[in-house]
């Protein structure tokens, strides 16, 4: 049924107090979703009621949940419809059903991008007997969602595809059909710093003789698509830049398996007196944020460190492939940096005609000049020493195309 009757809708869903929210992707997709979650929550409290949320998410996702304090509870699964190495089979989704069913849920939020089809996750929460169902949907579901929007960033994609709403927006409209969002409720991404990942990375710096009261800068040349990956060896000669400009440590980010990627953007490890120092696997999520938020700048390809530098207020340069729009740095001081081409917004987690020139075309000067527009070495104590006052949030910053 649609939600034309906006009032009665939310009359409705009102009384929900469990709810489930799906959200099947990997971190940064769940990271972006955390001011829905947060709206979802602010609605029931604002009414004088509790709400219980539950994640269900994959298993990269769910490596967030720790550090988000608006979700109660998750449910961790690789979904067969999402794009995952080792997807759930038949006998690992049937028990996904029972487990929801279990959980006495009173309603479902599917969280999707425009490119995803939000009807087998319906499907999964309609067996599983949960009453009221929400998600965008490009067709009618009929019995499958009891509450749904036609998904006009689907429509906008094929003839506009720079016009889409941003990830953060598209998700916060979609609670607001069902939920009364408080007015002038922040909308910024929420990732909390638990002060034992602080403590951490103090003591792993001090360990490879990096001062904590003092700059640092955070490159993260890493991403899951091969088409959002900015070349390591111009990375490197980034990162010697900035480390001999500024004067101060450049810290190389990436999981292990990228730990090959990493020790190409650090040769060599000294550059003016100042480490570029290899950090591929020596950190957990948390560490990593904390990192994040005591940097006075992160340059990251558009992944996952991006968004966790936008909930910390980190300032940020996205090298950012021209794959969807949707995904640039929200809230925070921020340049956006690609190479407009004629087949930018593809959508291919690899390049289709095998250039990748809407990442390549970004000049290295290009990302230096955008790196001292955001250049913020007196933000870096106010992390690891929370008595300093944080910054405000911003949404400063744009898409740059660089010709």
Known sequence: MSVAGIPDRRAVWANASRILCVRPDNLGDVVMTTPAFHALK????????RRHLTLLTSRAGATAVPHLSDIDDVIA?????????????????????DTLG??????????????????PAAMLCFLAGIPLRLAHCRENPYALLTDWIADADARIAATAPGDVRHEVRRQLDL????????????????????????????????????????PWIVLHPGATAASRRYPPDRFARIARALAARYGCPVLVTGAPAEAELVQQVCRPGLVAGQPVLDLAGALTLGELAALIEGAALLVSNNSGPVHLAAATLTPVVDLYALTNPQHTPWAVPHAVLSHQVPCRYCYRSVCPLGHQACLTGVAEDDVIAAAQGLWQPTRVAQALWPQRASPAPSATGAMTPVA
């Open 102 to 119: 279990q959980g006495a849920f009173d309603a479902a939020v599917i969280f999707t991008v425009h490119t995803q089809n939000p009807l």
């Open 77 to 97: 699964c690789d979904v067969p419809w999402a794009k995952h190495a080792n997807a759930a089979d038949a006998d690992q989704t049937g028990a996904l059903v």
């Open 175 to 214: 609670v607001a059909q069902v939920t009364a969002v408080p007015p002038h409720l922040p909308h910024r991404l929420r990732f909390t710093v638990r002060p034992a990942d602080r403590d951490t990375v103090r003591t792993k710096l001090s360990a490879r003789g990096i001062r904590h009261d003092a």
């Open 42 to 49: 602010a609605a029931a409290r604002a009414d004088g009621a």
